[in-house]
């Protein structure tokens, strides 16, 4: 099993940005893609973007150009450099980790909420 926590989550005003980090745990050798999923309230959660281990990156149309996915293999870790924040980003984030060669997201984090004030 892989275990993910997120962090950096946390209140900021519009025009500003954050970064999120993901730290990954567990069975580390057995991960292929990460992304990242946002659920806004009142709204199902929605793809975010997603990077291959490799480097790949695969970005939502809602956020290309604004947000950047990054991973960094040898700390184990997620990132999403939010830029140019909106109030319709503010959301909780999760985090999620594909098993290596497997189209489907097997473990989830337990999300931290971005809040952007107009």
């Known amino acids: 099993q892989v275990q993910l926590v997120e962090s950096g989550g946390g209140l900021v005003q519009a025009g500003g940005s954050l970064r999120l980090s993901c730290a990954a745990s567990g069975n580390i050798r057995s991960i292929g893609s990460m992304g990242w999923h946002r659920r806004a309230p009142g709204k199902q959660r929605e793809f975010v973007a997603s990077i291959t281990k490799a480097g790949s990156p695969n970005y939502a149309v809602s956020v290309k150009g604004q947000f950047t996915i990054s991973r960094d293999n040898a700390k184990n870790t997620l990132y999403l450099q939010m830029n140019s924040l909106k109030p319709e980003d503010t959301a909780v984030y999760y985090c999620?980790?594909?098993?290596?060669?497997?189209?489907?997201?097997?473990?989830w984090g337990q999300g931290t909420q971005v809040t952007v004030s107009s």
């Open positions: 999620a980790a594909a098993s290596n060669g497997r189209p489907r997201w097997d473990s």
